[in-house]
Every structure is written in C-alpha cells, then in structure tokens.
C-alpha cells in the first residue's frame, strides 16, 4: 500500500522543500509538483518527494484521520499484547459483548 502524506512547506531552496510532516521536518524534491507551490502551502508527499499541492482543509482533514488510524491501530496492539499476556482484553465499543 502506498501512502501520501499531506505536509506544510516550511522552506523552499530550488527543486527543494523543507516540509513539516506530522511534526517531522523532511527535505523533499518539489520537482513534480504541476502548479507553483510557495512556503505555508500543503503538498502530498511519497517517497521523498512531493506530488501535487492541496489545500489547508484537505490536509488537516487527512491528517486528523491519519492521527485517528495510529490511535486505533495502538490500541489494538496493546489489546494484542494484553492477550498473549492472558490478560482479558476489553470490547472496542460498549455495545459489544
């Protein structure tokens, strides 16, 4: 599965970009990015380098579901763990038995 993430342009020097992904900073080509792209805009972003820009509500939309994805996905690790440990995991909703 391949994954573009939505990122902030913190700074442009040339075909580079400085992005903020999700608080990580990372330099990433800008070279196919079609439209001109400017430092405070949202690019998607694969494999080092960015692919289109988006705009401010798109990429915090996708990163708010992205967050929501990591939570669910740390939970049920621990619910995992919790279980090969012997101990009674707990249902993921309360109308579940």
Request: aromatic content about 4%; overall charge negative.
């Amino acid at each position: 599965m391949c994954l573009a993430v939505p990122s902030k342009i913190i700074s442009i020097d040339n075909i580079l970009a400085t992005v903020d992904i999700m608080g990580a900073r990372r330099d990433v080509s800008i070279i196919l990015v079609p439209d001109e792209v400017s430092v405070g805009d949202y690019v998607l972003v694969h494999a080092g380098f960015a692919l289109r820009k988006i705009d401010e509500a798109a990429a915090q939309e996708s990163i708010r579901l992205i967050r929501e994805y990591e939570a669910l996905m740390d939970q049920a690790a621990a619910d995992a763990g919790a279980q090969a440990c012997g101990v009674p995991s707990q249902p993921l909703s309360p109308f579940r038995e």
